[in-house]
Structures are given as structure tokens and as C-alpha cells.
T-cell receptor, first 112, second 112 residues
Framework: GQQLNQSPQSMFIQEGEDVSMNCTSSSIFNTWLWYKQEPGEGPVLLIA?????ELTSNGRLTAQFGITRKDSFLNISASIPSDVGIYFC????????????FGQGTRLTINP | DAGITQSPRHKVTETGTPVTLRCHQT?????MYWYRQDPGHGLRLIHY???????DKGEVSDGYSVSRSKTEDFLLTLESATSSQTSVYFC???????????FGPGTRLTVT
């Protein structure tokens, strides 16, 4: 099936550092979503993007919908221990599609 | 938090037995989804529903069936469980076609 390429697969950073991760595809997406999952829980929606070029923030998190509509990135500024988890991107491939395509996830580990 | 519950949260069953997982929502959302999550595979769509009695297959539907007789409930049935169906199962809901999905807490299923 359609794949989203999410990178990096894992990150090991120091508390206070900024984090950047991205998702790319060879196909055009209509919507980009970013989720965070903590151990033993379901993914939680962080940010939703609906327009090419859109830049949206949620606290220390900022995400952008790429101009080409084939990519998106998520930045976390000044990381804190509670940012630890797995971050997933997801996208609606075409308008009207009922399903989302998910990236493989980026596992974030923070050293205090 | 979206009003989504899954039951049971944990289950251990034997190969060959039938298993039914339940997803219940209080949001009156039209769309409901069942995913499985396995290491190295991310989230994979099993089946989804776009209304009462309206369902369709996802990318990994073999060995699974679903039913939706009420807006609030979406059932996933493994007719004859196999060890390859050991996984964590997530239900998700959406009020918008192809848009933001909200996930339940998950069911950890072990087939021995």
C-alpha cells in the first residue's frame, strides 16, 4: 500500500534541545496530521494541517504542510522529558478518501 | 479527550477460538476504524465503517470481520484466532471523511 517515509526512525537528544522530524511521499496529500503515542496508550492528535504551506503551532510544537503537498515536518522546541514517545505523521491521500496513510513513526528519547 | 472506549483492554486466548473486540464512542461520529499495531509495521488498517451497517476492508482484513449495528459501537471479530493475530488493536473515530481521527486506548491481544 501507499507509504509515507518518516525520518528519522529514532532520536536520542538532551533535554532542552530542539527536535525536527519529517514525512515525505512521492504522492500528493490533501491533509497532514501529526500524532504522539506514549507507551500503553493510543495515538493522540497533536496538529492537523489542511492547506499547502500552512504553518501551525501547538505550544512548543510547530508543523508545516509542504508547498509541494508531498511532505510535512514537525518541530519541537526546547524539549522536556514528557516529550518522550513515538511521533507519527498521517495523511489523507486524495480528497474524499476515507482512509489515512500512516508513517512508521519517530521514537524520541530524551536524556535529562 | 474523545469519548472512545475499547473492551477488553487485555485478552489472552487460545489458537482457534473466536474473539470479539468492542469499540464504543459517545461522539456520534460517522466514521470508525480498526487498526492493528505491530513492531516494524506501524498502524495498519483492518476494516472501517462509514455508517451503520456500512463497512469496508482495509489493507490487512484477512481473518477479521466487523459489524456496526449502532452508530456508537463497532465490533471486530476474529473468527478463529491465530498466533499471527497477536497484536495491539486500536479503534479510531472521525467526524470528517478522511480527516482527523481520534484513537481509543487499545486492546492488547495475545493468541497462544
Amino acid at each position: 500500500g501507499q507509504q509515507l517515509n518518516q525520518s528519522p526512525q529514532s532520536m536520542f537528544i538532551q533535554e532542552g534541545e530542539d527536535v525536527s522530524m519529517n514525512c515525505t511521499s512521492s504522492s500528493i496529500f490533501n491533509t497532514w496530521l501529526w500524532y504522539k503515542q506514549e507507551p500503553g496508550e493510543g495515538p493522540v492528535l497533536l496538529i492537523a494541517l489542511y492547506k499547502a504551506g500552512e504553518l501551525t503551532s501547538n505550544g512548543r510544537l510547530t508543523a508545516q504542510f509542504g508547498i509541494t503537498r508531498k511532505d510535512s515536518f514537525l518541530n519541537i522546541s526546547a524539549s522536556i522529558p514528557s516529550d518522550v514517545g513515538i511521533y507519527f505523521c498521517a495523511g489523507q491521500l486524495v480528497q474524499g478518501a476515507q482512509k489515512l496513510v500512516f508513517g512508521q513513526g519517530t521514537r524520541l528519547t530524551i536524556n535529562p | 479527550d474523545a469519548g472512545i472506549t475499547q473492551s477488553p483492554r487485555h485478552k489472552v486466548t487460545e489458537t482457534g477460538t473466536p474473539v470479539t473486540l468492542r469499540c464504543h464512542q459517545t461522539e456520534n461520529h460517522r466514521y470508525m476504524y480498526w487498526y492493528r499495531q505491530d513492531p516494524g509495521h506501524g498502524l495498519r488498517l483492518i476494516h472501517y465503517s462509514y455508517g451503520v451497517k456500512d463497512t469496508d476492508k482495509g489493507e490487512v482484513s484477512d481473518g477479521y470481520s466487523v459489524s456496526r449495528s449502532k452508530t456508537e459501537d463497532f465490533l471486530l471479530t476474529l473468527e478463529s484466532a491465530t498466533s499471527s493475530q497477536t497484536s495491539v488493536y486500536f479503534c479510531a473515530i472521525s467526524g470528517v471523511q478522511g480527516g482527523e481521527q481520534y484513537f481509543g486506548p487499545g486492546t492488547r491481544l495475545t493468541v497462544t
